[in-house]
Nanobody, 127 residues
């Protein structure tokens, strides 16, 4: 089993920046890739960004490309999401997730391929 805990969600003004982190523990050797998802009220969960554990290869949703950056520190088993130029449409609960899947491509941004989830952290962007 893998446990995930997110940190960093808070309320910010539009145009601001925020950094989220996710600490992984337990059987982290099972993880092949990790990602960030978000879910706004009344909407489906959306893949935001993901990264392979063994490389710097990433996948980033078009909606955040150029504004959000995913990174990791494998030595610390920590995943990060740097969010810049935030706007009210970025308001959501942000979830960290980890996958044992060995596929690639579009799977990285699809929640169905993830095995483990954090509890979520709220990000609110006000105009």
């Amino acid at each position: 089993q893998v446990q995930l805990v997110e940190f960093g969600g808070e309320s910010v003004q539009a145009g601001g920046s925020l950094s989220l982190s996710c600490a992984a523990s337990g059987q982290t050797y099972r993880i092949n890739y990790m990602g960030w998802f978000r879910q706004a009220p009344g909407q489906e969960r959306e893949g935001v960004a993901a990264v392979y554990r063994g490389s710097e290869s990433t996948a980033v949703a078009d909606s955040v490309k150029g504004r959000f950056t995913i990174s990791q520190d494998n030595a610390k088993n920590t995943l990060y999401l740097q969010m810049n130029s935030l706007n009210p449409e970025d308001t959501a609960v942000y979830y960290c997730a980890a996958s044992e899947d060995y596929g690639g491509g579009l799977r990285l941004l699809r929640s169905a391929y993830y095995n483990y989830w954090g509890q979520g952290t709220q990000v609110t962007v006000s105009s």
